[in-house]
């Protein structure tokens, strides 16, 4: 059953590699607040698909705390850990035609050549033609070319790649066999019929890639908003691995509105004594027009 045009499906879906974060914090709440503005449904999905990276305990922390916070999401919890099998479908569909091929390049040998391209090195296209065979070690790269790629970000507005400058053909599956992010990520929004990401821009960058894949596949078109960094003292992106700045589940109403005045919204705090008060508030009030467009 495919949706219908007037359907709105959000999601939030963190990597579960320590406690949240006030910066996820802040696209959880963005991407909440706009789902239920919409009457759309809103499905939360634990990115673990990186397990050498997965903290134990940090998917139930992080589950835990948007419990506290009011967060409320549609359906069971989607783990990534569980479609293995369906990446793998995709990418054998992708193998049936051709458009991807088998990368034997170590990272040590594609920085000696490669140029920096706005997200990250430019794969050179070395392993290209060489027909490598299947093997362990060795990542799979999708085929790009020289085409713009364009979308209009609710926040950003127009924004276009040309993923030739930008990463050439990039990593779908990594060497050490983990399907990479930039598929599974598009993989799940289908699965899941999501219509409306509002995430982070530290995956501005990423977007294209994303609806590129999306494309090739014949997935339907997302509409993105991504949301500002929140940054520590020396102008750094805060990640999960950084202790300094968890939210505390025990004082979720203060962290929600710090939240919200990041996002730039109008002031709600003196109207709201409870988590349910401020998102009640929140859903009225809310103004996607306001979030501030920032990239470091
Ligand atoms: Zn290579």
Same mark, same amino acid.
């Given at each position: ?52 990276? !997965? &903290?134990?305990? *940090? =998917? ?14 549609? #359906? +069971? ?33 594609? !920085? &000696?050549?490669? *140029? =920096? ?14 027909? #490598? +065979? ?163």
């Amino acid at each position: 059953m495919r949706r219908s045009s007037n359907q709105y499906i959000g999601r939030f879906a963190p990597s579960p590699s320590g406690d949240l974060h006030f910066g996820s914090l802040v696209s959880a709440v963005a991407s909440y607040a706009d789902a239920r503005q919409h009457f759309g449904q809103w499905i939360l999905r634990i990115d673990d698909i990186d397990q050498p990276r !997965t &903290k134990a305990g *940090a =998917a139930e922390s992080i589950i835990h705390t948007l419990s506290a916070f009011g967060f409320k999401w549609n #359906h +069971s919890i989607q783990w990534q850990s569980e479609r293995i099998s369906q990446y793998e479908q995709v990418i054998q569909q992708l193998k049936d035609r051709n458009a991807v091929y088998f990368c034997a390049c170590s990272r040590k040998e594609i !920085t &000696k050549i490669a *140029a =920096a391209g706005a997200d990250g090195m430019i794969y050179p296209g070395t392993c290209r033609d060489q027909r #490598h +065979s299947e093997n362990a070690r060795h990542a799979i790269r999708i085929r790009t070319n020289s085409e713009k790629i364009y979308f209009t970000d609710r926040v950003f507005g127009h924004f276009e790649q040309n993923l030739g400058n930008l990463s050439g053909d990039f990593i779908i599956r990594r060497a050490d066999d983990i399907t990479a992010y930039q598929l599974a990520v598009v993989v799940d929004d289908y699965i899941d019929q999501v219509t409306h990401v509002v995430r982070g821009a530290d995956l501005l960058m990423s977007t294209c890639k994303q609806i590129y894949l999306g494309g090739l596949l014949g997935y339907p078109n997302l509409k993105f908003a991504h949301t500002p960094l929140v940054i520590d003292k020396s102008g750094k992106k805060l990640s999960k691995s950084d202790r300094a700045f968890p939210v505390n589940p025990d004082t979720p109403l203060t962290a929600l509105i710090a939240a919200w005045r990041f996002l730039g919204q109008k002031d709600i705090a003196h109207r709201v004594q409870t988590v349910e008060e401020f998102w009640d508030e929140a859903t009225t009030t809310w103004s996607i027009q306001k979030v501030p467009a920032g990239y470091p």
